[in-house]
């Protein structure tokens, strides 16, 4: 297949799976450049789709030519010079595609930024938000009355711009006339240059700017820490919108990926106004809301996953909700492709090799390589006998899974015939005991990890 038609087989498979607004912004208005063997060039109209893709969808583009194009691509993303004067930069992410359409960059300074899927509906509460989202809730009741400044810190993925954007989609819901503004910690910043470059000659800040922030009646900046350790001119600005506006007891809502004393690189002066407010963290969630949290997402998709089979992905993926997500896209996207059924040992398959972190081995290839080995059957393998000659193969098999492809116990297990993932644990265990003291086994598993082609030193 040459460059030019997986790509189209690539686009083709990924625009089921994403939503139209993502493939329409990035994926759509990007090409195919210079391929070789191992490398797949994609040219972007801009920076900014180019650092969006590179970032957030790396993986699944890899994965996605590697397995329709049968290889394994290094993937460069490039710029189109001649498209970078258009500023497509400027284009706030989430525009509605009719708004973006008609939008040209004056009328779109006015609007507020928010992502229409980020709402209290959609947002699952559990024990890990409750009090971030009790305070959120509470605040559009009643903006800038009650918890200001609210300053809400989680880790990544862990649902800051959700809970972050839904309190402003809810008060322009009760009160469209209220001035809403969004914006991330960075574009902050990068309004900001660009207003001082506008005014350099005349000695101001250009008005737009302030008139955007300084008249926001519900001010809601994410990412704070991104102004952390900034130029002066930035934290001073930030420090006088946020003065003024609380002056005026408008709302301010600010997210943060750690508490406000770790912000140690921004200004005191800045720090004490957030303490003054009211402060809350989300945690991790556990494992019934992670499940809460991907039913909630599966019927968004509307994709045909069993309970059981969302619950397992649930229970494996803990990281956090975007790798969560994530994960969940992955598999129903590898399984599209294969024309298969998402169920559980699918899903253990393709987790294997997405959880980061870990050699990327593929798991039936080790299976088959142990199998052939020690000349026995596949289903004998997986199947529930304990003789001596099964045993130790598949022991083997926990042990290569565990550590070369990541595969986390319980997926394991139910790779390997649906054994307890205890099995799995003492399984890989004992080898990896025993592997010290028996060459002979030691020489066996060097000899399976190099048809495996890993490295044996
Ligand atoms: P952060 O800004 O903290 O890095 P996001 O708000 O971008 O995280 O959340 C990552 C993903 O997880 C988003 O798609 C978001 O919708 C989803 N998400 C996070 N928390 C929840 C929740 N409580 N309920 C439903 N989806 C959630
Ligand atoms: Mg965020």
Redesign the pocket.
């Known amino acids: 297949m040459n460059p030019s038609d997986l790509y189209k087989a690539a686009l083709g498979e990924l625009q089921t799976v994403l939503t139209e607004l993502i493939y329409k912004a990035y994926f759509y208005p990007t090409k195919v450049g210079d391929c070789s063997e191992s490398t797949f060039e994609i040219v972007c109209p801009s920076n900014h789709v180019k650092d969006y893709l590179n970032k957030k969808f790396y993986g699944l583009l890899k994965n996605t030519l590697d397995r329709i194009g049968n290889g394994n691509y290094q993937i460069i993303f490039k710029v189109d010079e001649q498209k970078v004067e258009t500023k497509t930069d400027d284009l706030p992410l989430f525009v509605p595609a009719k708004i973006k359409e008609s939008a040209s960059r004056e009328n779109l300074d006015e609007y507020n930024n928010l992502s229409q899927?980020?709402t209290f509906e959609?947002?699952?509460?559990?024990p890990s938000?409750r009090l971030a989202h009790a305070i959120a809730t509470a605040i559009t009741e009643n903006p800038g009355k009650v918890y200001n400044p609210f300053f809400l810190h989680?880790?990544?993925?862990?649902?800051?711009?959700?809970?972050i954007q839904a309190i402003g989609n809810h008060i322009l819901k009760s009160a469209p006339k209220t001035k809403v503004v969004y914006a991330t910690a960075e574009s902050f910043m990068n309004e900001l240059i660009e207003a001082i470059q506008e005014g350099r000659n005349k000695n101001y800040i250009a008005n737009k700017f302030r008139n955007k922030f300084r008249k926001a009646d519900v001010l809601l900046i994410?990412?704070i820490q991104f102004i952390a350790g900034r130029g002066e001119a930035t934290q001073e600005e930030f420090f006088h919108t946020f003065n003024a506006l609380y002056m005026a007891q408008k709302q301010i809502v600010l997210?943060s990926d750690r508490p406000p004393k770790e912000l140690s690189r921004l200004d005191v002066r800045i720090t004490s106004r957030f303490s003054s407010g009211v402060v809350a963290d989300?945690q991790k969630?556990d494992v019934e809301?992670r499940s809460a949290?991907l039913r909630?997402?599966r019927n968004q998709m509307r994709a045909e996953v069993e309970n059981d089979v969302v619950d397992y992905i649930a229970q494996i993926v803990e990281t956090?909700?975007?790798e969560?997500?994530g994960a969940f896209l992955q598999i129903i996207t590898q399984a599209k492709a294969e024309g298969l059924a998402v169920t559980k040992e699918y899903s253990a398959k393709v987790l294997g090799q997405v959880i980061p972190g870990k050699i990327n081995v593929n798991i039936n290839e080790v299976l088959k390589a142990v199998c052939n080995y020690y000349s026995i059957k596949m289903t004998d393998l997986k199947g529930p006998k304990r003789l001596k000659e099964y045993v130790l193969p598949r022991q083997v098999s926990m042990f290569l899974l565990k550590k070369y492809s990541g595969t986390p116990f319980m997926a394991i297990g139910d790779l390997l015939g649906g054994r307890d993932h205890t099995t799995i644990m003492h399984g890989s265990e004992k080898i990896e005991k025993e592997i010290n003291a028996d060459t002979r086994l030691r020489q066996d598993i060097v000899n399976i990890k190099r048809t495996l082609n890993i490295n044996v030193d």
């Not at 959609?122 to 559990?126: A, H, K």
């Not at 989680?154 to 809970?163: I, N, R, S």
């Open positions: 899927k980020y959609t947002f699952i509460v559990g938000n989680a880790g990544v993925g862990l649902g800051k711009t959700h809970l994410d990412d997210t989300m969630p809301t949290i909630e997402k956090n909700i975007r969560l997500e």
